[in-house]
């Protein structure tokens, strides 16, 4: 792996030269027999895949009508062609987000169109054969479902759906990608994708509350499964494990001590992230929610707050009401949800995130800061792709790009924008997102990071940016891995309540 | 399922040349997979393969770094409790690299 090189900067960023095949192979590695069947998959790719292919492909069509209609309205204007990382980064045409969905309508065209069943050829349909399977395993494992492409397709086609579709036929026939399928059957046997059961989990606290303690001589607290608590913190558990991810952990918790806000973790439903999402899979993604309203039932918690953690938003802003009842939206059939939805208290937004939460005590001046603690950091800020295309924040347009920067502004004297053109609504996907941060898959980490690094160079150089802060612990850990490829110290990658920690006042206010 | 072959013995691994039973694991397997990551063991390497099979008995998980560089640190001299040495004994990062010559599953998620 230590042969992995970063790609030139691009001289000029525009189209790269087409390198066709560069990208050929075969794929992630693929999900055992044991990992399958754990989340009730089959084991390995079943003898009728064709068939059961096709009809799970037809029952995805009839149940989402927007699937049918990206499948229909794409007129390949091209507009989307260079906006994907993966393509800047490999040169491979099938990274074209066009060309990588038309592995997919190729296959609709001849199976659920007139033209298509009668003249395959004059429609570019294309028969599924096994040969056609296995480049949709493999390109549809070169898709971050980061969504940048359809900020620039003119029907809005939503290219992350139709790789979902694809994850999700693929696992319906026993064509499941490791990675992910394995993280999914830690949460639901131990609760987290780490797969950290509860003695590990309060063993690590307690080290962190004695380390703060050390370093600020206050008694912050991190409690766990703590009953009645006003507040349950959902967060990635990466935060409880890695660095750089860890330091912003510490940060929620200082804000909490700070405003006095009473809250705890849970070990049962220790993880925010949601790869059901990624692989496309409704029962997945509902299964592992309701770990989450489980939970809240059980604490009586009054409100939800979610860590640095850029998928899990997206979860829980745009799909937790109606999967599990936290916000407005629940099944009114759904006694759970109902009951969660009466218990949580709506004065507060419900789900909320921590920069919402910390932005809010902010604004209320419940909170102060030594803004020179962080005047050793000239600080950018990274947009994770899922809070950005996929949620918001505040009660203004934009509020997801706003509150994060605003804290940053408000816990530091030094930020720096990077270009306009690969920030907010444009941002880059950091090469790692929608379960591809995974070691097999870093020739294609390191490649896809390629837009996002051209342009941190720039702010390096002319403006010595020497951190950037990111909302997400893929992008944190993807960051980690793959700066140090392009010549930039990993540490220079880090949250924003990493930030808000450094310079948070405790005690004295 | 891949294997390695150690002093003529065969075992188990994933993929990634990860021991696939923990129980398998011996002095002389710690050798071997250091050896394919290009990494010669010293006592330094030793003290960090030894916790991390010590916490792991007790949490069936390998540990957070943070909890790793302090509990070196401690344990052995606070100029170790940092994730620097860690990093420079198992470039490829102290979790996952440590982890494999460990003989213990990789750590995977967010990570």
Known sequence: MSDITAP????????????????????????????????????????????????????????????????????????????????????????????????????????????????????????LTREVLDEWYNYFHQCSECRRCSVFCPYGIDTAEVTMAAREILDSVGYGQKYSNEIIGKVHKIGNNLGLPAPALIDTLEGLEEDVKEATGIDVRFPIDVKGAEVLLITPSADFFAEPHIDSLIGYAKV????????????????????????????QLRKIALRIRE?????????????????????????????????????????????????????????????????????????????????????????????????????????????????????????????????????????????????????????????????????????????MATICAICKAQFTKIMPI???????????????????KLGDK | MSSIEVDGNTYETDEEGYLTNLADWNADIANYMAKTENITMTDQHWEVVNFLREYFDEYQIAPAVRV?????????????????????????GPGKQACKIAGLPKPTGCI
């Open chain 1, 256 to 283: 909490f001590h700070a405003t006095g806000t009473s809250w705890t973790l849970s070990s049962m439903a220790s993880e925010a992230g949601n790869f059901g999402m990624f692989i496309g899979n409704y029962e």
């Open chain 1, 8 to 127: 030139a900067y691009r001289v000029i960023p525009i189209i790269p030269a087409l390198k066709p095949g560069a990208m050929e192979g075969k794929g992630p590695f693929v999900a055992s027999d044991k990992i399958n069947e754990a989340i009730g998959f089959p084991g390995q790719l079943v003898e009728d895949w064709h068939d059961r292919a096709i009809a799970r492909m037809g029952e995805l069509l009839s149940k989402y009508r927007s699937l049918r209609v990206f499948m229909d309205a794409c007129v390949h204007c091209g507009a989307c062609s260079d906006k994907c990382h993966y393509f800047i980064g490999t040169q491979d045409p099938k990274n074209m987000p066009v060309a990588r969905q038309d592995l997919m309508r190729s296959v609709y065209r001849r199976y659920f169109t007139l033209p298509g069943k009668f003249f395959p050829k004059l429609v570019g349909a294309r028969d």
């Open chain 1, 295 to 467: 939970v809240a039932l059980e604490l009586g918690v009054k409100r939800i707050v979610v860590g640095e953690c850029g998928h899990a938003w997206r979860v829980a802003y745009s799909f937790w009401n109606t999967l599990s009842g936290v916000g407005e939206g629940a099944d009114p059939n759904d006694k759970f949800a109902q009951m969660l939805q009466k218990q949580l208290d709506h004065r507060y937004k419900q789900p909320m995130h921590i920069c919402e939460f910390t932005w809010d005590m902010i604004e209320l001046n419940a909170l102060s800061f030594d803004k020179e603690a962080n005047d050793k950091h000239i600080i950018t800020f990274h947009d994770s792709c899922n809070v950005a295309r996929g949620s918001r924040m505040g009660d203004f347009a934009g509020g997801q790009f706003d509150i994060p920067r605003n804290i940053i502004k408000a816990v530091a004297n030094n930020f720096v924008e990077m270009s306009p053109e690969t920030t907010r609504e444009r941002t880059f996907c950091c090469g790692g997102g929608g379960g591809l941060l995974t070691d097999d898959l870093l020739e294609l980490r390191v490649k896809g990071a390629l837009p996002r690094m051209e342009v941190l160079r720039q702010v390096a150089d002319e403006h010595g940016v020497n951190f």
């Open chain 1, 486 to 504: 392009y010549g930039f110290d990993r540490r220079m990658v880090g949250g924003v309540h990493q930030l808000v920690s450094n310079a948070i």
């Open chain 2, 68 to 92: 790793l560089t302090k509990a070196i640190g401690k344990k052995f001299g606070a100029e170790k409790g940092n994730s620097e040495y860690l990093y420079g004994l198992f470039p490829y």
